[in-house]
């Protein structure tokens, strides 16, 4: 339905900023398909549609508390390896709680730290798989805002500059000043990812 109302806003012609003429304008999807006007391959590639990137950060990441306490586990646990590795002194007139207590008593914090840590990590799991995949549906909304601002560009082949004409995203939208060919892949993807610019929003899954 959003696809429909915005094809009825998408004008039949447009007027190019720079001449103020529109004999020579077209739809940037056109324009590349036209092969009664081929474009140069150097403008044909800046005007192609913005290739579906990867996310910054999809994984689930990990609980920072979490590997807090394994890194004091894992320092302990090196510091006592490094104390056993030197030796045993002599503790022959030592009784054997004394010895089991020098031998293995780190590990009385580090088990509780390592299983802590699990316990963290555990607990804030399916917040931590909520935060990722909330960012990841932001990511999906901003590639498709990315081709909805493509689809709506305009190319004037006289000026050879890309613009959107008033009421290419809606009746109140209104008309952008001329952008160069070689600013247009920056202009896109940098309007998809500002929210205040008024393109609308992706309203089911692609």
């Known amino acids: 339905m959003q696809s429909q109302n915005q094809e009825q806003y998408r004008p039949m012609n447009a007027e190019c900023p720079r001449c103020a003429k ?15 006007h ?39 646990t090196a510091l006592w390896l490094m104390n ?12 054997t709680a004394y010895v089991m207590g020098y031998l293995l008593g780190p590990l009385i914090l580090i088990v509780p730290l390592a299983l802590a840590g699990l316990i963290v990590q555990l607990a804030t799991k399916r917040r931590r798989v909520r935060v990722a995949e909330d960012g990841a549906r932001a990511w999906d909304a901003i590639q ?17 500059v890309t613009f959107f004409p008033k009421g290419a995203f809606g009746p109140h939208f ?4 001329a952008i160069a060919v070689a ?11 500002d929210r205040a610019f008024d393109v609308p929003e992706p309203t089911g899954p692609r």
């Open 22 to 36: 529109s004999d020579r304008t077209v739809g940037v999807p056109h324009a590349l398909t036209d092969t009664g």
């Open 38 to 76: 081929p474009l140069g391959a150097a403008e044909r590639g800046l005007l192609l549609p913005p290739p579906p990137q990867a996310p910054a950060a999809t994984a689930v990441e990990r609980s920072k508390p979490a590997l807090g306490l394994y890194a004091v586990a894992g320092v302990i």
């Open 84 to 95: 056993v590795s030197r030796g045993v002194p002599d503790l022959e007139d030592a009784d």
């Open 144 to 160: 498709e805002r990315c081709h909805r601002i493509w689809q709506a560009a305009w190319l004037c082949r006289r000026c050879r």
């Open 174 to 177: 209104p008309a952008t000043p």
């Open 183 to 193: 600013q247009f892949p920056k202009w896109v993807t940098t309007t998809a990812a």
